[in-house]
T-cell receptor, first 113, second 112 residues
């Protein structure tokens, strides 16, 4: 257990539905990352928060995706109008200040049917 | 941008040493990482090495870095069945956010 938690661990949804995932980073960590991992691949960066500010978004993050970190603590990732191609593991990671050690949560596995 | 490559599969017998290899393209990488992922789980940070080091040892793990060839390796001594997992090499992208660029992962299968 790294101290980063994610909820839910698994989500099955029908195409076209909206889903929201939550990440709770290690409490003193001010930097938070979302990654997406598809089968047989390494994680790919989606977006980055420093405190409550979203400072970088990947081109992978289409208009259907939105992420927030309202008080600089937990973060949510919402996917609207899900598509089958959104099926993946969504991973959250956090780190503190200038540390290079990113600690990952267990992930949320999304299956879109 | 940074690109990280790994071989896909390695099979070893229990008790042998495992060597997992990785190549990267960005010579300015300050740190390089090894993560372990067990089935259905998140990523566990195993170890990392500063770019100004050649070697780092941590219990059964030895990391070797060849900056000239941009080659990183992870050696696991006395490999156990519990070491069976996917191992990812990762490098920061060099930007302000330190987002990580991962290889495709190497599946290590340990035969009893």
């Amino acid at each position: 257990d790294t101290g980063v938690s994610q909820d839910p661990r698994h989500k099955i949804t029908k195409r076209g539905q909206n889903v929201t995932f939550r990440c709770d980073p290690i409490s003193e960590h001010n930097r938070l990352y979302w990654y997406r991992q598809t089968l047989g691949q390494g994680p790919e960066f989606l977006t980055y928060f420093q405190n409550e500010a979203q400072l970088e978004k990947s081109r992978l993050l289409s208009d259907r995706f939105s992420a927030e970190r309202p008080k600089g603590s937990f973060s949510t990732l919402e996917i609207q109008r899900t598509e089958q191609g959104d099926s993946a593991m969504y991973l959250c990671a956090s780190t503190q200040g200038s540390s290079y050690e990113q600690y990952f949560g267990p992930g949320t596995r999304l299956t879109v049917t | 941008g940074e690109d990280v490559e790994q071989s896909l599969f390695l099979s070893v017998r229990e008790g042998d040493s495992s060597v997992i290899n990785c190549t990267y393209t960005d010579s300015s990488s300050t740190y390089l990482y090894w993560y372990k992922q067990e089935p259905g789980a998140g990523l566990q940070l195993l170890t990392y090495i500063f770019s100004n080091m050649d070697m780092k040892q941590d219990q059964r793990l030895t990391v070797l870095l060849n900056k000239k060839d941009k080659h990183l390796s992870l050696r696991i001594a006395d490999t156990q069945t519990g070491d069976s997992a996917i191992y990812f090499c990762a490098s920061p992208d060099g930007g302000a956010t330190n987002k990580l660029i991962f290889g495709t992962g190497t599946l290590l299968a340990v035969q009893p």
